[in-house]
């Protein structure tokens, strides 16, 4: 099977004043289908700049970058955005919602940019999405509105109402409670056995347990790359908490 | 790109942040609104003080005739017996810009009327000389073209004299007065005018037909002088030199021989008014321009800092697929839509204002057209531009950079 990324000796320096601290010194590996990977490493091992360039907001300073066989260097700027439209979805630790607009709005955003998309459709598709991540009695909710969890549900079926070809998350469990992170770990782990290709960047040793594959940086280098025989379910978790009494 | 969804996406961004949209709008409003209804107070201060200052006369004209030498002795000039009809008829015939031109002959005397009477000024003029010195007619008629021709023994009186003889309120229309022994039929009284700035009645006077003060009071063949009032006070220089020609034509005056007439203007009151009006005019530009600017300025100041707070939201936008253009024609649009309504808001506003003023406290305002048309423009336009550069700026940023922007 054809990979869905592959990143060949990947490097992104960044110039602060008068250094240049190399976030990235050649990385190099690549994804197929179906995996859920996550990418550990503490702060400042460069993880979070992988996965801007995964997700075509930044640009490697050198290296190739293969998305869906296609090289994310070579495109201009109006491509690369298109790519990011119809290829990715990309999740944030602050969900970066549109401030007091419907959770269905926000959904429909990345199919307004999408010409291929009628209002019906759009709609359709939108409601969809949010049934999957289990939203469907608060389409009308505005994002002030909603809780942490709530709210990266919606930012979680906006990464996916255009079915992309992987979905990035940038510790998006990050600001949630321990209970609601492993909601959304579980409903991670039920979108990977749909099918959906997965990466996950976290400084929380705990998730690569419930991944498929972990991949391990330090000081912008990989340093482990373990594939995980023993995949643990976040829904038992989830069901062995106690349960909140309020 | 579908730009009907840009539209769809930038009235949604709006109608999500009604109080921020209506916030900026409010910067565009006040800015219009103040510098139309500031242009309107100013304008109209400006025509209520040229109108009065045209009331006392600046665009007058006297002719009279000049004291000449006689034998090396300077004489005086009343006596001079130079002006003749032919001279007016040759005046009101070939001076251009003339709004009203009459002749002018005057004797003081006596009036008489039963038991009572006074001393006063009785003036032979035609109808012109009414708009000429600003005078109407109160109560009854203006003598006519008829009497004129006639030489008909009536007249019209100021209140002085009507209060001088006709001390027990009797009406005087119809009443008939003797002028040195010549009777008048009252057939009009004047409006009041009060005195004038010299501290002279100006309401005791007594105006009757040119001729009949020529021929049957005076009999003389001459006049005492010429009133003639311009269309505008610019051509004020232009006229007096076109009737020292005509006039030096008619009285074969060439080369260096002096002329035996003088042409004056009340020059200071032109002066006065000229004055007034450039600084009238100065004042508002600098009202309108100030108003303006700030107006300018706070719009500039709304918008920039609304969009540039917006680049996280343009971050966002860019990472799930909009492309540079797509946020400029969303902020375009968002910016010219909030102008032009607030553009408009602000133009009905500052009319509003303007008519307000004018119908609960009795302002003299005006409002102009080109202010209205000046506003709305730099405004708008201001708006749009200060709504559309930071969102370029936040849109050639990278994506990644944009949404980190605190």
Known sequence: MEDIIRIENLCRNFVVGSETVHALRNVSFSIRPGEFVTIMGTSGSGKSTLLNILGCLDTPTSGEYYLDGMSVRKMGANDRASYRNLKIGFIFQSYNLLAKTTALENVELPLLYNPAYTRRMRREKALEALKAVGLEHRIFHRSNQMSGGQQQRVAIARAMVNDPVILLADEATGNLDTRTSYEILALFQRLHAEGRTLIFVTHNPEIAEFSSRNILLRDGHIIEDTRNSRIGSAQKVLDSLPKETN | ?406
């Open chain 2, 1 to 406: 790109m579908n730009y009907g969804n840009l539209i769809v996406i930038a009235f949604r961004a709006l109608s999500n942040n009604k109080l921020r949209g209506f916030l900026t709008m409010l910067g565009i409003i006040i800015g219009v609104s103040s510098v139309i209804s500031m242009l309107a107070i100013g304008e109209g201060s400006k025509i209520s003080i040229e109108k009065q200052i045209q009331e006392l006369g600046a665009n007058m004209i006297v002719v009279t005739p000049a004291n000449a030498m006689v034998g090396g002795i300077r004489q005086n000039g009343v006596i001079e017996q130079t002006l003749k009809l032919k001279d007016y008829q040759a005046i009101a015939s070939e001076v251009p810009y003339l709004e009203s031109c009459s002749p002018y002959v005057t004797k003081s005397g006596q009036v008489i009327s039963g038991a009572n009477n006074a001393p006063t000024s009785i003036y032979g003029i035609n109808e012109d000389y009414m708009d000429i010195r600003r005078l109407s007619v109160a109560k009854g008629e203006m003598f006519s073209d008829q009497d004129m021709k006639m030489a008909a023994k009536v007249c019209v009186v100021g209140q002085t004299v009507v209060d001088n003889l006709f001390k027990n309120g009797e009406d005087p229309l119809g009443q008939v007065i003797r002028f040195d022994k010549v009777p008048f039929r009252i057939i009009g009284v004047l409006a009041p005018k009060g005195y004038n700035s010299m501290g002279r009645d100006q309401d005791d006077i007594i105006v009757a037909p040119f001729t009949t003060i020529q021929k049957r009071l005076l009999a003389i063949p001459y006049m005492h002088g010429i009133y003639v009032s311009v269309i505008g006070e610019q051509y004020t220089a232009k006229v007096i030199q076109e009737i020292t020609g005509v006039l030096r034509q008619t009285h074969g005056i060439t080369g260096g021989q002096e002329d035996d007439f003088n042409v004056r203007s009340l020059e200071e009151m032109s002066k006065v008014l000229t004055m007034a009006t450039k600084v009238l005019t100065i004042l508002l530009a600098c009202i309108g321009g100030i108003s303006l600017l700030v107006g300018g300025i706070g719009i500039m100041n709304i918008m920039y800092v609304s969009v540039t707070e917006r680049t996280r939201e343009i971050g966002l936008r860019m990472s799930i697929g909009a492309k540079g253009r797509h946020i400029l024609f969303q902020f375009l649009i968002e910016s010219i839509i909030i102008s032009v309504s607030g553009g408009v808001i602000g133009v009905g506003l500052g009319i509003g204002a303007a008519l307000a003023l004018r119908f609960f406290l009795g302002w003299p305002v005006s409002v102009l057209l080109y202010s209205v048309v000046i506003s709305f423009l730099v405004c708008t336009v201001t708006g749009v531009f200060f709504g559309w550069y930071p969102a370029r700026k936040a849109s050639r940023l990278n994506p990644i950079d944009a949404i980190r922007y605190e």
